[in-house]
Nanobody
């Protein structure tokens, strides 16, 4: 039972990147799925989340209008499309899957936005 993030990298300010979170050992559509990020020297913060079976999407104010979270149930994967990236978006991005029995974290994928 795990989630594995991928797709991070280096991008220029104003650019775009899509990070992925592949779930294995469980069905992601039955979990609340979230993206968090942690910048150097800062606490981990919630970026976006989608509830079980994709009923509700929520975004942090600092990414509204720029980031889009989505699910592909056939691939058991969730995505975070990040547009208009800013240097302050530089962080390690973590995927989280949660239900009443489990709380699963990935190892993170690093996103660096250069100015």
């Amino acid at each position: 039972v795990q989630v594995v993030e991928s797709g991070g990298g280096l991008v220029q300010s104003g650019g775009s990147l899509r990070v992925s979170c592949a779930a294995s050992g469980f069905t992601a559509s039955g979990y609340d799925m979230s993206w968090y990020r942690q910048a150097p020297g800062k606490e981990r913060e919630l970026v976006a989340s989608i509830t079980t079976f994709g009923s509700t999407l929520t975004y942090a104010d600092f990414v509204k209008g720029r980031f889009t979270m989505s699910r592909d149930n056939a691939k058991n994967t969730v995505y975070l499309q990040m547009n208009s990236l800013k240097p302050e978006d530089t962080a390690v991005y973590y995927c989280n899957a949660r239900n009443i029995w489990r709380n699963i974290w990935g190892q993170g994928t690093r996103v660096t936005v250069s100015s």
